[in-house]
């Protein structure tokens, strides 16, 4: 979710309860553009009706179409049985024991009771789990999570809260801060309703210890009941996904946007976290113009003892072919996927949008990589700096340090190049 939530109409393909725009295939439904709110801090509250996704996204409207949220069953497997339809990135099959469960977990937030989660999400009528277990692992989790937010109770700071944005993990509000007067955005997310509740510590961990001019600022985080709240800035201009929807991006706008994303993915895997949803929708600008990435729900982190991660997490669509064919894979797996923003920028949508999720996660796997829809339109640099990016062997992928020297970046510009594309300065119907 993201914090600007404004209208993301990307995909409307999916917008599906509770997703967000790319949902990630976490899938509890899809939702791609539009229409999708995701709780992220999102402003664009419409999420995608195709399959709003567990996508938290800031921007409700997310392609929400399904957002993997990883879990250990073979591909093939997901592929197969993940349902049609429905949610069908659904992958957040359920974190299934030893299935990269702790993995997705921030290191530094080794939750005790992951576990729990077990019990917790397998309490399924008919077995005989007791409530008061189920009581306890839900006290556990709580118990733990508490640790890593702040203490206190928000509410005697913040009022005039409006909500801008739903999604399959909660919802985004904004409030203003008594004490300063400032707007925020809130992303409110339920302890009880998560498929992957170990997944919240990222939301907390990752924004809390990780800083830097091209990601969300996380202000604070509390426990209100049974709702983890993660205040954060709020950031006026929307999502990404409203302007690759309703503008058409020239390329020195393009190259703006890659250069600043691409700053904050050197960042993160100079510290060893992968991101894992790239997508427009995961992306937020400023009124002024400055890009931000943000939902961090997904996010794992690799350390010289685990370089490699498996677990299958992710907005379908996006998704490198290693991580849908569930082979180890590292910080390369954020360039595939910024690769197929790069062509969301051109084509205004992701290859493949117009199939099921499943379905084009098996063309993604077993396909050569997608090309431009309108490859007659763009430079031959631009061609040039997506090859780079488009390349199925991942060890072939050019990084996020390469890339910033590519030559396509000269002609990145001040992100005030960007102020137009905004929808409150578009003069195109809402």
């Not at 020239?250 to 976290?273: R, Y």
């Amino acid at each position: 979710m993201s914090p600007m939530l404004a209208s993301n109409g990307h995909h409307p393909k999916s917008a599906i309860p509770g997703h967000d725009h790319h949902s990630k295939l976490t899938v509890p439904s899809h939702g791609h553009h539009p229409k999708s709110a995701a709780p992220s801090h999102g402003h664009h509250p419409e999420h995608n009706p195709k399959s709003t996704v567990t996508r938290d996204s800031h921007h409700p409207e997310q392609h929400s179409k399904s957002v993997v949220s990883g879990h250990g069953h073979p591909p093939e497997q997901n592929l197969k049985s993940a349902g049609h339809g429905h949610h069908p990135g659904q992958y957040s099959k359920s974190a299934v024991p030893g299935h990269g469960h702790h993995p997705e977990q921030h290191p530094k937030s080794a939750v005790p009771g992951h576990h729990t989660e077990q019990h917790h999400k397998s309490a399924v009528p008919g077995q005989s789990h007791h409530p008061e277990q189920q009581r306890l692992s839900h006290e556990q989790f709580r118990a733990a999570l508490q640790m890593v937010v702040s203490p206190g109770d928000p509410r005697e700071d913040l009022e005039n809260f409006i909500k801008i944005g739903e999604g399959s993990t909660g919802i985004v509000c904004i409030a203003t801060e008594k004490s300063s007067n400032r707007q925020v955005a809130v992303k409110k997310m339920d302890l009880r309703k998560q498929q992957r509740r170990e997944l919240l510590f990222n939301e907390v961990v990752i924004m809390r210890d990780y800083h830097h001019p091209n990601i969300v600022e996380m202000y604070n985080s509390f426990l209100v009941g049974d709702e983890l709240w993660v205040v954060m800035e709020f950031l006026e201009g929307g999502a990404l996904t409203d302007i690759v929807t309703h503008a058409r991006m020239d390329e020195e706008q393009i190259a703006t946007v890659c250069n600043q994303c691409l700053k904050a993915l050197a960042f993160l895997h100079s510290q060893g976290v992968i991101h894992r949803d790239i997508k427009s929708d995961s992306i937020l600008l400023a009124s002024d113009g400055r890009v931000k990435l943000s939902d961090f729900g997904f996010c794992a982190q690799v350390s010289p003892d685990l370089l490699k991660r498996k677990s299958l997490v992710g907005t379908p669509y996006w998704m490198a072919p290693e991580v849908i064919s569930r082979l180890p894979y590292g910080p390369e797996v954020d360039l595939w996927s910024l690769g197929i923003m790069v062509i969301e920028m051109v084509d205004g949508e992701p290859p493949f949008f117009n199939e099921p999720p499943l379905q084009a996660m098996r063309r993604i796997r077993d396909m050569p990589p997608p090309k431009l829809k309108n490859t007659h339109k763009v430079s031959p640099r631009l061609q040039g700096f997506l090859e780079k990016m488009l390349l199925r062997d991942p060890s072939q992928r050019a990084t996020a340090c390469e890339l910033l020297q590519h030559p396509f970046l000269r002609q990145a510009g001040p992100p005030s190049l960007l102020v137009p594309l905004m929808r409150s300065f578009r003069h195109s119907p809402c």
